[in-house]
């Protein structure tokens, strides 16, 4: 949550400079005519930061909020489109993705332990962890493995700043036919896979992978088979 915050208050800021830097202009149009391109193309992804920021805050706000109202999710519809006043779909967006946070960070926080828990949320991506063990080879006292849920990979993104509410929802969205038919491993790999790609593709590009990758999940290929397909995919994105 801190690295959220964070975030949005450094993007706000830097936004926030450029009217300061004319004191003197009496609207933000007149503050943007001033600047150069490059100060122009600088601002405009600075914005565009910062709603992401924003955005990614009000789902972690939104899923907070359905476990408050003990997960009556008309409740919380209702309650959210009366704060925010937006559309009913970006209202169910919000939820379905802060949703998903709010099942990984429960999940990480069944760790008995405080060293355990605190690693998946600094390295995004993790998919299980297995519980430390003691000088003598024991676990402690109630630890258990931390068995995340498919979308993990997802909230952890959305959590770090890296991925917006826009994008988590496609993602979501996207892979969601095939819970009922697909392993766990299977579907957090694609989630990952698709985590990856979302930093050089549209969400027009990820809900038609998505889909692709759904298809392909319904294919009587084995488990195993298909997660070595996502991991082989995963590392054709980050290979030069």
Partial sequence: MEVLFDHLARAAAKVGTQRLRSPSATSPSAVYRQLPDDALNQALWQLGELQRATE?????????????????????????????????????????????????????????????????????????????????????????????????????????????AETAGVILRGLAPAVERADVRELQAAAESLVLAATEHTPEWLERQASKICWRLSSPVSVAGRVREGREYRLSLVRP
């Fill in 56 to 164: 990614a805050l009000s789902a972690v706000i939104a899923g907070e909020m359905l476990t408050r109202d003990e997960g009556r999710a008309d409740v919380t519809l209702r309650r959210i489109r009366g704060l925010t006043r937006a559309s009913g779909d970006t209202v169910e967006r919000l939820l379905r993705v802060g949703t998903v946070v709010a099942e990984t960070e429960q999940a990480i926080d069944a760790a008995a332990t405080f060293d355990e828990a605190q690693p998946l949320w600094r390295e995004r991506g993790v998919m299980d962890a297995a519980p430390s063990a003691d000088e003598e080879g024991d676990t402690p006292l109630g630890s258990q493995p931390v068995q995340l849920p498919w979308a993990a990979p997802v909230a952890l993104a959305v959590v770090a700043g890296e991925l917006s």
